[in-house]
């Protein structure tokens, strides 16, 4: 087999006017962990479904551990764990009841099923909630289920849709931890319409904006494309003119543009600097204000951070929420 584990080429699906996903061509390899990152509606649920067999694309096709999604969508299948958007988990069942039952779904039977469950829960930490009933549990506890239902055929390939969303920051730094954990040896795509989540979990981030395939890049690059930092320092004019007060942070070297407009307050003046590279010039801001003889009241760093890149590549249009 080779370490491609799923390729998507061209994926198009239409719901009836809707173009849910667009030409969505790209390749996972054995081992990555991969976000799919895009904000509701992008077509980040459309693309898990058709990967995992349970809608057609209109056009395009898809392989998945060598399986082609039209020709052989019973291998696709048991290549594949699969925690969907909202699990339909049975809220009256037992945990193990129901691992007990996704198992045999799956065409496990006796020791070798009794094997299973007893790795996934090992896996999952379900071992102390194995006999309540799925209801009974926190929505953290319950995506560890729905988790150790994806894992219990051994799949290679994990697709988990917004497994963290509904989570608090606790459970959810839970789960991510044991996604990582999972990882390990498998190939995981999971969608989030959370950038952070991606960031600390994934080696490779596919952004989806309103069906098309924007950005394939690691969360390095990303960050990289978030361009430079910017500094606001905010100074009393004391009836110095702007552009004499402008002129002073000019003269910094590293300085490669400086603008300036009023403040809130009538007395003050708010000069934005802009490095040449990414250095830091807070203290040659502050030196300069000082030399000067200039009063400065405020001074931060801004910058255009991983969530500005995101909504840039995701904004404007139909099927784009915040
Ligand atoms: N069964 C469906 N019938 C009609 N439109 C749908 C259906 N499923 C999804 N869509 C539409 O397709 C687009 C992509 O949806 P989806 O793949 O669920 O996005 P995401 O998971 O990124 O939020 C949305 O505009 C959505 O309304
Ligand atoms: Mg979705």
């Known amino acids: ?33 991969v976000g799919f990152l895009g904000p509701n509606g992008a077509g980040k649920t459309t693309t898990m479904k058709i990967l995992t067999c349970f809608v057609a694309p209109s056009a395009g096709t898809a392989r998945v551990a060598g399986a082609d999604i039209f020709e052989d969508p019973i291998a696709v299948r048991e290549a594949i764990g699969y925690l969907p958007e909202s699990t339909p988990l049975y809220t009256e069942m037992l945990v193990l009841e129901y691992l007990e039952f996704a198992g045999k779904m799956r065409g496990l039977t006796g020791e070798g099923l009794r094997a299973r469950l007893r790795k996934v829960v090992e896996e999952t930490s379900l071992g102390d909630v194995i006999g309540k009933s799925i209801g009974e549990l926190s929505k953290g506890f319950r995506q560890r289920v729905g988790l150790a239902q994806a894992l219990i055929h051994e799949p290679p390939v994990l697709i988990l849709d917004e497994p963290m969303s509904g989570l608090d920051p606790n459970q959810a730094a839970e789960i991510r931890e044991l996604i990582r954990e999972i990882g390990r040896e498998r190939t995981i795509i999971l969608s989030t319409h959370n950038l952070a989540e991606v960031q600390v979990t994934c080696g490779r981030v596919l952004i989806i904006s309103r069906g098309q395939l924007v950005a394939d890049d690691t969360p390095e690059e990303l960050a990289a494309r978030a361009g430079k930092p910017r500094f606001i320092a905010t100074v009393q004019r004391n009836g110095q003119s702007p552009t004499d007060i402008s002129e002073v942070f000019s003269k910094i070297g590293d300085a490669q543009s400086v603008k300036e407009r009023d403040g809130s307050a009538p007395n ?36 255009e951070n991983l969530e500005d890149i995101f909504r840039q590549l995701t904004t404007g249009g139909a099927g784009a929420e915040p």
């Open 1 to 33: 087999m080779s370490d491609v584990m799923i390729e998507a080429r061209d994926l198009t699906k239409h719901y009836g006017t809707v173009t849910a996903l667009k030409n969505a061509t790209f390749e996972v390899n054995r081992g990555e962990v």
């Open 268 to 303: 003050e003046l708010v000069v934005e600097v802009v490095p040449k590279g990414n250095q830091d010039l807070r203290a040659d801001i502050f030196q300069a204000a000082v030399g000067a003889g200039l009063i400065l009241v405020g001074l931060e760093q801004r910058g």
